[in-house]
């Protein structure tokens, strides 16, 4: 065991420790929008449909893409997000850690079928999981789902639903 002893010569020293302290805080506070995004993969993409709406979805297939997901992203396009796809359906759980910004995320069956949305806030562990078994799942921004109508039921198109686009 070993123990660190601190020993401050007086308060001018303590200020000055604690003035330094603030200007690396400060520091990491202005570079972790750029520190964040540089950590952001960026992976394949495919085109999906939504009825009229086009998607711009990253394809994150292996578990290793899987796992970084979205995290880190400080910004994502209007009709950008990444798709999910697993090698068989299973019911699959989704969270937010060092996830920056808010996500709307579609649970959707091999057809293309919805199973079901839900809405996740960002930087939280709250777990958001398909009512269903499923392969697929697509991370739009926030609101992106409810803003063209599309919920359980709704029918996406594009290669991994074997339908063209």
């Known amino acids: ?40 993969q960026h992976l394949p993409t495919v085109q999906l449909g939504a009825g009229m709406h086009n998607i711009k979805a990253e394809v994150a297939q292996t578990p290793q893409e899987q796992e970084i997901g979205l995290m880190f992203r400080t910004s994502m396009g209007g009709n950008d997000g990444m798709i999910f796809i697993f090698d068989r359906p299973g019911k699959q759980c989704f969270w937010m850690k060092n996830t920056l910004i808010p996500l709307a995320v579609a649970f959707v069956a091999d057809d293309g079928t919805v199973v079901n949305v839900d809405e996740m806030k960002p930087q939280t ?35 991994p639903f074997g339908t063209p686009r």
Not at 12 to 40: E, H, M, N, Y
Not at 127 to 150: D, Q, Y
């Open 1 to 40: 065991m070993s123990r660190i002893v601190f020993q401050v010569a007086g308060i001018p020293a303590l200020k000055a420790a604690f003035g330094a302290i603030g200007l690396c805080v400060a520091a990491t506070c202005v570079s972790t929008g750029a520190w964040a995004q540089d950590r952001a």
């Open 125 to 159: 562990l709250d777990p958001h999981c398909s009512t269903k078994p499923v392969r697929f799942v697509l991370e739009m921004n926030t609101g992106w789902f409810t803003k063209r109508a599309i919920k359980e039921g709704f029918k996406l198109t594009g290669a």
